[in-house]
T-cell receptor, first 112, second 113 residues
Framework: DSGVTQTPKHLITATGQRVTLRCSPRSGDLSVYWYQQSLDQGLQFLIQYYNGEERAKGNILERFSAQQFPDLHSELNLSSLELGDSALYFC???????????FGEGSRLTVL | GQQLNQSPQSMFIQEGEDVSMNCTSSSIFNTWLWYKQDPGEGPVLLIALYKAGELTSNGRLTAQFGITRKDSFLNISASIPSDVGIYFCAGSSRGGGADGLTFGKGTHLIIQP
């Protein structure tokens, strides 16, 4: 158990809809990273927050957005969903300045 | 952007065999990490490497940070059924701080009885 909690574990929705994925980091971790994992693309970095502020952006679509709240939990919002958005979405957190990320169990999104 | 080439893409081995996989980068990394992912789970950190030439073990797993800082290797000795899964290498060109890792596409390890 990494200590990183993600909800929901599974989500099925239709094209054009909007969903919100939630992540609670390990106690004391200030950084939250979001990754997308699809079959043919591996783990793709989307965005990072540190102590409530956006710190780095990766391959995140304009239809996607994220935020980190004062209690350090984070939400990833995916809108105008397309079939290709079906994937596993992982949240990961880092303690201090090490390079080590600890991943949650992921949210599996299926867009029909 | 940074590219990581991980090989082999998949491995079919017999229980008890040793396993080797590697990652190469187009640029220099300061950190190499190896993760394992079981089906339906998130990646779990196996080994972290922070210095060129470093060799680190975790039980039957041994990983090395290449001297050129552009590659890393993971070896698993005497494989057992629970070693099945996807192994990812990951690298970072920063010394920590605000940067996500770049991941390889994974090595699928399948153990035949």
């Amino acid at each position: 158990d990494s200590g990183v909690t993600q909800t929901p574990k599974h989500l099925i929705t239709a094209t054009g809809q909007r969903v919100t994925l939630r992540c609670s980091p390990r106690s004391g971790d200030l950084s939250v990273y979001w990754y997308q994992q699809s079959l043919d693309q591996g783990l793709q970095f989307l965005i990072q927050y540190y102590n409530g502020e956006e710190r780095a952006k990766g391959n995140i679509l304009e239809r996607f957005s994220a935020q980190q709240f004062p209690d350090l939990h984070s939400e990833l919002n995916l809108s105008s969903l397309e079939l290709g958005d079906s994937a596993l979405y992982f949240c990961a957190t880092r303690t201090g300045n090490t390079g080590e990320l600890f991943f949650g169990e992921g949210s599996r999104l299926t867009v029909l | 952007g940074q590219q990581l080439n991980q090989s082999p893409q998949s491995m079919f081995i017999q229980e008890g065999e040793d396993v080797s996989m590697n990652c190469t980068s187009s640029s220099i990394f300061n950190t190499w990490l190896w993760y394992k992912q079981d089906p339906g789970e998130g990646p779990v950190l196996l080994i972290a490497l922070y210095k060129a030439g470093e060799l680190t073990s975790n039980g039957r797993l041994t990983a090395q940070f290449g001297i050129t800082r552009k590659d890393s290797f993971l070896n698993i000795s005497a494989s057992i059924p629970s070693d099945v899964g996807i192994y990812f290498c990951a690298g970072s060109s920063r010394g920590g701080g605000a940067d996500g890792l770049t991941f390889g596409k994974g090595t699928h390890l399948i153990i035949q009885p």
